[in-house]
């Protein structure tokens, strides 16, 4: 049996967020500045829909916090993603890289380009890559042929790299960078949960050839749905905006659409909220780092417990606070889970690995240790951003 005190860590998560008693939910969205007027604003244009001021200014001004040449905001991450693994060439039959541990959607985008997902090890900590483990195992696995890279063991292309920041915290992306250009692979990272993170002075999302954001209501920015994609290349920023919005030439009556496309846009009401909530970014990112460091200090005495902090040389927007326990096991892990959830305490797990769900079962995949233990390990707690706001 496990040495974790659970009312101990119950303790700690009440006095760091200060909520003596109640439901603490794992994340709630903060609508609580100009969003109201933003919408009603939109709702009184009529312009609701697929045209319309927001999306342009939000897709602007999302640019511009990011410092990417182009964002083209659409539906949601999971569009996002999509759309840009087409984008780098990514077809039927290829193989594409990304850690197992991570949230299904970026499996499914590849699997919606009729690719084949290729689960890689996370780092030691539980979150980002482990890049030294990933660049031996190219070295495994990888044959060129020509200026591309293909999988030895399957004979099919390895047509991307998808790497994602957990939790915020941005993956070492510099060398990830470098290692893919000398394969010849194209990078996508997804940064769905990283809005607002830095890595040394640049945003998360903007490293890849293509990165990709979420909007989702539980991100730390939402348009109730919503997604985006963000590049420095004008041309695949004018094709990701052509190919999800039905490929229709720009004509003042025509109907005339020049390739089979998708209706992946997001509505104008949508980016109205993107609006109000992008202004507050900032604040939110300050509340949730506030937020984590008093975890911190809360979980100090409490040596089966560390809590999960950003990588060297990045500043992590703390979307989700987690803590890891040393010594796991599913048990402990559930127990620990069960006991807060009775308590009011909204905690989750980290995911399954996509590589034990059914669909993906049969997917090519690296040595996952460090992933194994991640799932047992690791535990996400309540981490609304209004909860790192201090009082008075
Ligand atoms: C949220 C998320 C996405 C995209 O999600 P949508 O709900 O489709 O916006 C993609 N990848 C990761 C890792 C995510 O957490």
């Known amino acids: 049996m496990s040495d974790i005190d659970f009312d101990q860590v119950i303790q700690a998560i009440r006095s760091a967020t200060n909520r003596p008693d109640g439901d603490l939910i794992l994340h709630e969205p903060d609508l609580t500045g100009e969003e109201s007027d933003y919408v009603q604003a939109c709702i009184k244009s009529t312009f609701v829909s697929s045209v319309g001021e927001y999306v342009d200014r939000f897709e602007l001004e999302l640019a511009e916090y990011l410092g990417s040449k182009k964002a083209v905001v659409v539906s949601n991450g999971t569009a996002a993603l999509q759309v840009a693994l ?32 290729h689960f890689v ?90 990165g990709i954001v979420s909007f989702n209501g539980n991100k730390i920015i939402t348009t109730g ?54 202004k507050r970014l900032e604040e939110f990112v300050q509340s949730k780092r506030t937020l984590a460091s008093r975890y911190q200090e809360a979980f100090k005495n409490i040596q089966e417990i560390e809590c999960v902090v950003e990588p060297p040389n990045t500043r992590s927007n703390y979307w989700l606070n987690a803590i890891r326990l040393s010594d796991a096991s599913i048990e402990v892990r559930d127990e620990l889970l069960s006991k807060c959830i009775e308590n009011g305490l909204h905690c989750r797990p980290c995911w399954n690995l996509l590589s034990e769900l059914p669909m993906y079962l049969d997917c090519p995949a690296s040595d996952l240790s460090n992933a194994q233990e991640a799932v047992k390990a690791i535990v996400c707690i309540p981490s609304s951003s209004s909860l790192g706001v201090t009082d008075g």
Not at 253 to 272: I, K, Q, S, T
Request: proline share 4%; charged share 20%; with cysteine.
């Open 121 to 210: 090890d996370s780092h030691p900590s539980g979150i980002g890559i482990d890049v030294e483990k990933f660049r031996k195992y190219l070295t495994k696995i990888v044959e060129h042929r020509g200026d591309q890279a293909f999988n030895i063991l399957t004979g099919r292309r390895l047509a991307a790299f998808v790497p994602m920041n957990t939790f915020g915290h941005p993956v070492q992306m510099l060398e990830l960078k470098k290692l893919c250009s000398s394969y010849g692979i194209p990078l996508v990272e997804d940064a769905a949960e990283s809005l607002g993170s830095t890595y040394g002075n640049r945003h998360a999302g903007t490293f890849g050839d293509i």
């Open 225 to 278: 749905g919503g997604g985006a994609i963000v590049t420095d290349d004008e041309e695949l920023a004018r094709r990701a905006k052509h190919l999800t919005t039905t490929a229709k030439k720009a004509h003042a009556w025509e109907y005339y659409h020049d390739e089979v496309a998708w209706n992946y846009r997001m509505p104008n009401l949508n980016a109205a909220l993107g609006c109000a909530q992008l």
């Open 86 to 117: 087409h984008l780098v060439g990514v077809r039927s039959n290829d193989e594409v890289l990304m850690p197992a541990l991570t949230f299904v959607a970026t499996a499914n985008a590849a699997a919606h380009c009729r690719a084949i997902p």
